[in-house]
């Protein structure tokens, strides 16, 4: 395996990126509901006509689940990560419905070494899922471990 | 359809439950880490061996999904449930591996009448994922928006 291509020093606060173009396929959007989220909304056209919005939306799961495939995709599988000790919050702004074309504008927030283990630092996202109209589906807020290059992890 | 069970007035603050029982496939879970969180120690137990753990475990965002379906499973389909503004806080706290027994040990932090919708009320819990072992691998607070029983809902 070779070295990954990111470690800690590579996020400092202000840091912004964006990537990603993924069209949520209805089917696995569905699929998904079936197994993790069956509220009559995620399921089907026809029980959704029924619900608050009265049409087919995404899990907010689905959504949180396909910005990490495109982290993973961009630059985490690619990294020092060490994992992740959880999530700030989580913002589903607006729904997210088959057909529709996603992308991540990300932001570092903050990145501080860890004192208690000086072979890792904690960086701080707020992500971003866009869709084609240029609306803000999900935001989230979360942290990641990375190892630190000056401490070998690279 | 019959009328849903759960309304916002069933939920007061203190209120706690236990529920679910669920034994974590990996097979399931592989499969979801190949789809959304290609990680290695999500991947296999071999590509695991050099992670930070050493061993395979499931993507916390797994772990989110399976609570997600405990509480659909438990109360959530069956009741007014007009969906989640968003997720206050998920810490992954400990490792789950495949073969886990999962549980949810449910609270509800706050529940308050919207102002400016009079036929709903938001209400907050927090969620804990319990093992076998009795060790909370997540936490989970969030807020469900539900339909009111005084306002026809139900």
């Given at each position: 395996?070779?070295?990954?291509?990111?470690?800690?020093?590579?996020?400092?606060?202000?840091?912004t990126?964006e990537?990603?173009?993924?069209?949520?396929?209805?089917?696995?959007?569905?699929?998904f509901?079936?197994?993790?989220?069956?509220?009559?909304?995620?399921?089907?056209e026809?029980?959704?006509?029924?619900?608050?919005?009265?049409?087919?939306?995404?899990?907010?799961?689905?959504?949180?689940a396909?910005?990490?495939?495109?982290?993973?995709?961009?630059?985490?599988?690619?990294?020092?990560?060490?994992?992740?000790?959880?999530?700030?919050?989580?913002?589903?702004?607006?729904?997210?419905?088959?057909?529709?074309?996603?992308?991540?504008?990300s932001?570092?927030?903050?990145?501080?070494?860890?004192?208690?283990?000086?072979?890792?630092?904690?960086?701080?996202?707020?992500?971003?899922?866009?869709?084609?109209?240029?609306?803000?589906?999900?935001?989230?807020?979360?942290?990641?471990?990375?190892?630190?290059?000056?401490?070998?992890?690279?």
């Open positions: 395996m070779p070295n990954p291509r990111y470690a800690f020093e590579d996020f400092a606060p202000g840091d990126a990537y990603g173009d993924l069209v949520v396929d209805r089917d696995d959007m569905v699929a509901a079936e197994e993790y989220d069956p509220q009559p909304m995620h399921l089907s026809q029980a959704a006509r029924s619900s608050m919005l009265g049409e087919l939306i995404a899990s907010g799961w689905y959504t949180a396909l910005l990490m495939r495109m982290n993973c995709d961009r630059w985490l599988v690619d990294s020092t990560s060490m994992g992740s000790p959880g999530v700030d919050s989580v913002e589903w702004r607006a729904p997210v419905r088959a057909g529709d074309r996603l992308t991540v504008r932001e570092v927030v903050a990145a501080r070494a860890s004192r208690s283990r000086p072979e890792m630092g904690v960086v701080s996202f707020a992500f971003d899922v866009v869709n084609q109209d240029g609306v803000v589906v999900m935001r989230q807020v979360n942290a990641v471990m990375f190892g630190r290059r000056d401490a070998g992890a690279v």
